[in-house]
RNA sequence: GAGGCCGUAGCUCAAUGGUAGAGCACCGGGCUGUGGCCCCGGGUGUUGCGGGUUCGAGCCCCGUCGGCCUCCCCA
């Protein structure tokens, strides 16, 4: 084979595409009855924005960006996560003079450089939120909510994910903590792995996050973020933790949790999925309270999560394709016409039972009943509408139930509402 | 970006360094007015690609591309 995807970016072939489709679709009419509002974002943005709001020091924008110059020389990037080109819209076009809260989200491609893995590719779908406003505790649990509800809606089953929350404490105490980490750990400085020792200086709470031995050894001697927290924070905290226990929702406080994106301040958690190897974060966000504001909008925090679509998918199937979604790979009605007078017929009859919302395949093949049939099973076709040319002096129809095997013939022009009576033609998008 | 394992037909997988195979799928026929079953026939291949070693390479060596796993990073 000459030419093969480029490598991390893959295609969804039909069975692919009712999967990720069926999730988007869950997940789309879950936020509209939360009344977020979608949007679409450009797939590239000026290579700036985005080093203004994740981070010029982090590991995305120093090594996993697609970034380019293009023809005038401008520097571009294909969007490695949402929320900075939301951000950028929303100042744009004015948005955050409008009534508070905001409430968006976006399901979209996002490129990322890295190799590629189980659960991590360079082209992956997120789906994601975003939430602007006077951000009380009640809220962010609103939000937590939504995701926990939407990744469990699909299977019905709330311990394929597990939710992980952590504060990183607010511009007032953050600043303290990241000079404790730097003293304590410039002292053990020697038990840290090589991109720790880099860390320290530019990047400290990445530590935290190290999975070596040595560095988590030396991590566990240290006090906790917890302890740092100003009266405002640990407050804020542990109402909203309260607010979970009071409803039933299972988390784990993990006081070591960072993320990878410098805007993140206060709130942030992970929510991991079962059976996914190394990738196994399915949904992750935080706060990002001075992110607009550093782009020269208003002070207006804000909170929002992304989904990992494939990695959503992975944790509920595997790499299968679930029977219920792949029976909606086949049509309700099979249409056979035998001979040619009945092909021309054919191409009004099938247009019309289109036109009336039902699924139709037609075969315009020059084979024989027999063939046809066979064809019809294949392609496991619910009902077989035959015209021949007896059918078509007489003006009739047969309508064969494939699963039954029974057959009755009907006149053509009480077809459709006899059609339309007997199938329910459900969703037919996915 | 680093390390390890892997790459044979559309799919799942065989083949001691000695003529590339099986099952499923697919195509044609039995079968031009009734499917599923069955029977017959067909291998559909640049063994990922490029070099090298060898009388001879799917097998050994090097490179490269791709996949998986780990590190890293995150969705």
Redesign the pocket.
Known sequence: ??F???????DWLPEDFFKYHHLMEIARNYLIRANFKEVKIPLLEKTELFMRTIGEV???VQ??TYTFQDRNQDFLTLRP?ATAGICRMILEHGLHVKPKPLKFFFIGP?F???????????E???IDVEFLGNLTPYYEVELLQIALEILKKPSNREDLFTLEINSLGCRECRPAFRDYLQVSLESERESL?D??KD?LYRNPL?VL????EG?KEVVKRLKPISDFWCGSCRGHFNILTGLLRALDRDFVFNPFL????DYYVRTIF??KGKGL?????????GRYDYLLKDLGGPDLPATG????????ALSLWGEECPEFLRKKLRPDLLFIP??EE?KKEGLKVVSELRNQGLRVESLFED?????L??E???LG?KQ?L???????KEGVI?I????????QRIKMDKLIGRLKKEQRVEDLSC
Do not use: S
């Open positions: 084979m000459k093969q995807a480029v490598r991390g970016f893959k982090t590991d995305i090594k996993e996560e996002m990322r450089h890295e190799r590629p893995q189980k659960g991590r590719l360079r992956f779908y997120q792995c991109t720790c860390r990445r996050d190290c999975k070596q560095c960072v993320r990878g994106l992970e929510i190897g190394a990738q196994d974060t399915v949904c992750a966000g999560f992304a989904i990992g679509l494939e990695r959503w035998l001979g009945a084979k024989g009943l027999k063939a049939l066979r019809a099973d294949k076709a077989v035959i015209l021949g040319e007896e059918e078509l047969l064969k139930d494939m699963q039954e095997g029974t057959q």
